[in-house]
């Protein structure tokens, strides 16, 4: 008896098998596992800009000048990874 792809990892028959539970990704691996990430620039940034922001009693600025500065930054390590490539 075949049930849908939602119970299917669930069900057991009535001869004691589990049906066999689809495979979770389609494709082949990721090609360079070693990219470098700057998504931590960002933040940082981000994070570093509101205290900076919040000891000049403007926040909001911090932030968009922190957000600012860390994009750029990550921008240039995805550039550089990219080129390294």
Same mark, same amino acid.
């Given at each position: *008896?075949? =049930? /849908?792809?939602?119970?299917?990892?669930? =069900? +057991? %028959? &009535?001869?004691?098998?589990?049906?066999?539970?689809? &495979? @979770?990704?389609?494709? $082949?691996? *990721?090609?360079?596992? /070693?990219?470098?990430?700057?998504?931590? %620039? #960002? =933040? #940082? %940034? +981000?994070? !570093? !800009? %509101? #205290?900076?922001?919040?000891? @000049?009693?403007?926040? *909001? $600025?911090?932030? @968009? +000048? !922190? =957000?600012?500065?860390? $994009?750029? @930054?990550?921008? #240039?390590?995805?550039?550089?990874?990219?080129?390294?490539?």
């Amino acid at each position: *008896m075949r =049930t /849908n792809v939602v119970n299917d990892a669930l =069900t +057991i %028959f &009535s001869n004691g098998a589990v049906a066999p539970v689809p &495979s @979770l990704w389609h494709g $082949a691996a *990721m090609v360079r596992p /070693n990219a470098r990430a700057g998504g931590c %620039f #960002l =933040t #940082l %940034f +981000i994070l !570093g !800009g %509101f #205290l900076a922001g919040v000891a @000049l009693r403007n926040p *909001m $600025a911090g932030v @968009l +000048i !922190g =957000t600012a500065a860390g $994009a750029a @930054l990550a921008v #240039l390590v995805w550039l550089a990874d990219r080129r390294k490539g």
